[in-house]
């Protein structure tokens, strides 16, 4: 219950960090708000790993089985984002600095397998 309640508390406060940086960079007028996409998908993991650890702690088939899926769809799903990356970098619909596409791809591929892990524990 320790772990739980550790998890949960950690998400709290990473939510709180990407608000604060979020309306930080807002108010101020920097574009910098991009930055604040790491915590947040940091708070979803440490959410997901909140909710899910009574059916995680132990090591069984079903966790394996929900981990597997979960990875094997978020290949998929990150290629699709480095795909729209590259369209939209490549046509300069958008302009991004390598820094930003790097923070804004790991706070998407860390969201995508961990909302993943909590669609995979519901359906199996």
Excluded: C
């Excluded at 508390?9 to 101020?28: A, E, K």
């Excluded at 990150?78 to 791809?105: D, E, H, K, P, W």
């Excluded at 998407?108 to 397998?113: D, F, M, Q, R, S």
Aim: a positive charge; aromatic letters at 22%; glycine letters at 4%.
């Amino acid at each position: 219950m320790k772990s739980r309640l550790g998890n949960f508390t950690i998400s709290f406060l990473m939510l709180i960090l990407s608000l604060y940086t979020f309306f930080s960079s807002w108010v101020n007028g920097k574009p910098g708000f991009v930055m604040s996409f790491l915590p947040f998908s940091l708070f979803i993991m440490f959410f997901r790993l909140g909710y899910l650890y009574p059916q995680f702690k132990k090591n069984d088939e079903r966790y394996k089985l929900i981990q597997q899926k979960a990875m094997f769809y978020n290949y998929f799903i990150s290629m699709g984002y480095l795909f729209i990356f590259f369209i939209l970098l490549t046509n300069n619909i958008i302009n991004l600095s390598a820094q930003t596409v790097i923070a804004i791809l790991g706070a998407l591929i860390i969201a995508t397998v961990n909302i993943l892990f909590i669609i995979f524990s519901k359906v199996y």
